[in-house]
């Protein structure tokens, strides 16, 4: 068991991504509101509270240490909790990854001229992955017997050289089609979970602690793709403003003092800004200011 500081009871000790998902999972703590800093070859991030320490680790193995106890909370997939048959507290699921917001897939796959077309082929063949156990989970419910073997990397370029078949993890499928692989099934999606020690989830301090720092993780992601826009308008044309004006709920609409005008602040997706704009233009906005967010907390 590692000795953090004489495990100061009031430090939140937090297991973070090292490697694809790093640079994504910095992106948001900043948005969240802790912005932690670490030097090219360090593991050991820094951050200004005194309450937060960190570790950058492999997202494989931040489960297990969650369980024992060296954290008292990470950042890992949900892949990696299952295949470490990690007993934790999931504490929340965040919506993010190293590219798209959209969760992982591990994807069973082929050379692109295998005339495998299912899980029920391969039986007997020979597949490399390093998400071995649930890899032989999925062969077990297909009632499929064949040999599992743990990647240490470079996993495209092993079939059909090597082994017959990959089980691969793959955001859009680009490098798997790079590498003439042909996917044939899912075996699971998987997010970034925030996961809590029991022991730690179980101390009313340490789980305030856990609860404010999800919260504030929560609030940045409900941010990601929205801005904010104010504007004046005559409060004579409201009613034509407010049908061209989505809102997540209604928007705030305050008097200006001293005139027949109004002030509308509300919150939109960043997408729709540069045809509503225009729009909002015609029906009588002016003023029209758009700001970035960096967290929603309902």
């Known amino acids: 068991m590692v000795d953090?500081?004489?495990?100061?009871?009031?430090?939140?000790?937090?297991?973070?991504?090292?490697?694809?998902?790093?640079e994504a999972t910095f992106r948001l703590l900043a948005k969240a509101?802790?912005?932690?800093?670490?030097?090219?070859?360090?593991?050991?991030?820094s951050i200004d509270d005194e309450e937060i320490e960190a570790i950058l680790i492999r997202a494989q193995e931040i489960a297990r240490y969650v369980q024992e106890g060296v954290f008292d909370v990470g950042l890992t997939g949900k892949d990696w909790i299952m295949e470490c048959?990690?007993?934790v507290v999931e504490v929340a699921e965040l919506t993010y990854a190293k590219l798209t917001m959209r969760p992982v897939r591990w994807v069973l796959a082929v050379p692109a001229d295998s005339p495998v077309q299912s899980v029920r082929d391969l039986q007997g063949k020979r597949i490399a992955t390093e998400l071995v156990n649930m890899t032989r989970d999925y062969l077990e419910r297909h009632q499929v017997q064949a040999e599992v073997e743990f990647s240490w990397g470079a996993t495209e370029?092993?079939?059909?050289a090597l082994v017959d078949a990959i089980v691969e993890v793959t955001e859009t499928g680009s490098s798997l089609r790079a590498n003439n692989l042909r996917i044939?099934?899912?075996?699971?999606?998987?997010?970034?979970m925030l996961i809590a020690n029991r022991k730690s989830w179980a101390d009313p301090a340490k789980r305030e602690k856990i609860e404010n720092?999800?919260?504030?993780l929560q609030g940045a992601i409900r941010a990601e793709g929205k801005v904010g826009l104010k504007m004046n308008a005559p409060a004579a044309r409201l009613e034509e403003l407010m049908k061209e004006l989505p809102a997540m709920k209604n928007p705030t609409i305050s008097p200006l003092h001293g005139s027949e005008w109004v002030a509308v602040d509300t919150i939109i997706e960043e997408q729709s800004v540069r045809k509503l704009?225009?729009?909002?233009k015609k029906a009588g906005a002016q003023d029209i200011i758009e700001y970035p967010l960096n967290k929603v907390i309902y």
């Open 213 to 216: 720092f999800n919260m504030m």
């Open 4 to 22: 953090w500081n004489g495990l100061d009871e009031r430090v939140l000790r937090i297991g973070l991504p090292k490697g694809s998902l790093q």
């Open 277 to 280: 704009i225009p729009r909002l």
């Open 157 to 160: 370029v092993k079939a059909p």
């Open 33 to 45: 509101g802790y912005h932690f800093s670490v030097s090219e070859r360090s593991y050991f991030p």
């Open 184 to 192: 044939i099934e899912t075996l699971l999606e998987s997010r970034t």
């Open 85 to 87: 048959r990690a007993d």
